[in-house]
T-cell receptor
């Protein structure tokens, strides 16, 4: 089976940096995704990692270590609009997607 | 010019009723999905269709029946609704099966009374 774990909630201050961790256990790993979901809205794609290392996209970066079953999403220069849930999702070779429980991030002024 | 659209946005109904949710994508994608997000915000895949063919069918009660009349549409019909079916249902699409990015519709909030 597959298991994905993320912290339930995090709080950070505007302008700061926050790291949201995701650990997973799966067979046939074929990629890890991060999605952002504002309250009452649909998830939107943030990043995709299939090889080890860091992928940077503006203020957001995502890191993957396949040997450790570990990923993190790094958000820099936090803004109030970054308050949202961040969902980690793993894809396996059966093309199935499994989403983690999500981390609710609150950015305070 | 909405990419993935769903109707209705809200659906309130009584237990035992039958209801449908419609989904359409105008992105030209080959693959469409249905997800259920419960009150604890867990997003779980229910079905996936590629070019109108079912490719993923997770453990979902057979009261749920997806129908894909063409690759731009994937509708979800639910028979004999139960209280536990209350959730937000998201439709999504991707260019091909297992592609990097899935585009989600706005969601349908189903409340069963």
């Amino acid at each position: 089976g597959q298991n994905i774990d993320q912290p339930t909630e995090m709080t950070a201050t505007e302008g700061a940096i926050v790291q949201i961790n995701c650990t997973y256990q799966t067979s046939g790993f074929n990629g890890l995704f991060w999605y952002q979901q504002h309250a009452g809205e649909a998830p939107t794609f943030l990043s995709y990692n299939v090889l080890d290392g860091l992928e940077e996209k503006g203020r957001f970066s995502s890191f993957l270590s396949r040997s450790k079953g570990y990923s993190y999403l790094l958000l820099k220069e936090l803004q109030m609009k970054d308050s949202a849930s961040y969902l980690c999702a793993v894809k396996n070779y059966g093309q199935n997607f499994v989403f983690g429980p999500g981390t609710r991030l609150s950015v305070l002024p | 010019d909405t990419a993935v659209s769903q109707t209705p946005k809200y659906l309130v109904t009584q237990m035992g009723n039958d209801k449908s949710i419609k989904c359409e994508q105008n992105l030209g994608h080959d693959t469409m999905y249905w997800y259920k997000q419960d009150s604890k915000k867990f997003l779980k895949i229910m079905f996936s269709y590629n070019n109108k063919e079912l490719i993923i069918n997770e453990t979902v009660p057979n009261r749920f029946s997806p129908k894909s009349p063409d690759k731009a549409h994937l509708n979800l019909h639910i028979n004999s609704l139960e209280l536990g079916d209350s959730a937000v249902y998201f439709c999504a699409s991707s260019q091909v099966a297992g592609a990097d990015t899935q585009y989600f519709g706005p969601g349908t909030r189903l409340t069963v009374l």
